[in-house]
């Protein structure tokens, strides 16, 4: 197994010598050198860690510095633990960490810039099922037993609940939790719908480093697609997090961005 310099997405061996596919991708970009492979053992010689954050009960941060950089997060729940948007990287302190706050039951990523060494967390954790949207398999570098495919609409239990919503990717899905943020509800979105530094606001975007926009009516999709759900915190995958009246703040923000690409504010230019 190798992984991504650039995203830390896992792949077979027979990958090396090739560009990685999801960086060659308009929606995130290779180095200037170009393609560069790394792998669990260089990157654990090179001294990269896996930070442990306890963001809010009931919810942990796993922070690294290899690749995009994402921060996972690992959902408990009664029924078991989703890790979601799973790091590029983990180690046996990451694994004793995660198994000291309840183990994983599942394993899913927002979309597949986020799938990280996915399968490796699965091995970590008796082959643990991962579940990847059907919309953006053909984006896997490296497939097994684990791999679960799925739809529009995936119940993990009565309170925590997987669903796609497109944009960002055809299969970009957000996971709803139920009893997050205290019993008022928690959305976990990756950069899907993004939470903003100012805490209040959301943004919507095919590309975030190369800074592609969506169409305003794609994010009224989105914004439309999450309103049924139930949820006032909504976090991002770099542990940022609108803390309250999240939901209101995504329709707020939806349709800030289709004013602004329909041009009702041009007179301000």
Do not use: K
């Not at 991708?25 to 669990?40: A, T």
């Not at 990523?109 to 643990?128: C, I, K, N, R, T």
Request: hydrophobic residues 40%; proline residues 6%.
């Amino acid at each position: 197994m190798i992984t991504c310099a650039t995203c830390a997405v896992e792949y077979d061996d027979s990958a090396a010598g090739r560009d990685c596919p999801i960086c060659a991708d308009e929606r995130q970009y290779l180095p200037e050198q170009g393609q560069i492979w790394s792998s669990l053992n260089q990157l654990a010689a090179a001294g990269r860690r896996v930070e442990v954050l306890d963001l809010r009960p009931g919810l942990t941060g796993l922070r690294t510095d290899v690749g995009i950089g994402q921060t996972g997060l690992l959902v408990q729940t009664p029924e078991g633990n989703l890790l979601w948007d799973p790091p590029g990287y983990l180690d046996d302190e990451a694994v004793a960490a995660v198994s000291g706050r309840g183990g994983i039951r599942w394993i899913a990523a927002s979309h597949p810039h986020m799938f990280g060494v996915q399968l490796e967390w699965s091995a970590a954790f008796d082959d643990a099922p991962v579940y990847v949207n059907a919309a953006d398999s053909r984006w896997l570098g490296r497939r097994g037993p684990a791999i679960t495919e799925w739809g529009d609409r995936l119940p993990l239990t009565d309170g925590l609940t997987l669903h796609r919503i497109g944009g960002h990717f055809p299969g970009s899905a957000v996971a709803h939790w139920t009893q997050g943020a205290g019993g008022r509800g928690a959305l976990l979105s990756g950069d899907t719908i993004m939470p903003n530094p100012d805490r209040r606001t959301v943004s919507f975007m095919r590309s975030y480093p190369n800074r592609i926009p969506l169409s305003g009516n794609v994010v009224q999709r989105i914004a439309a697609r999450v309103a049924p759900l139930a949820f006032d915190e909504i976090w991002n995958n770099f542990g940022v997090a609108v803390p309250t009246n999240a939901g209101a703040a995504v329709q707020r923000s939806a349709e800030r961005h289709a004013a602004w690409v329909r041009g009702d504010f041009d007179h301000l230019m």
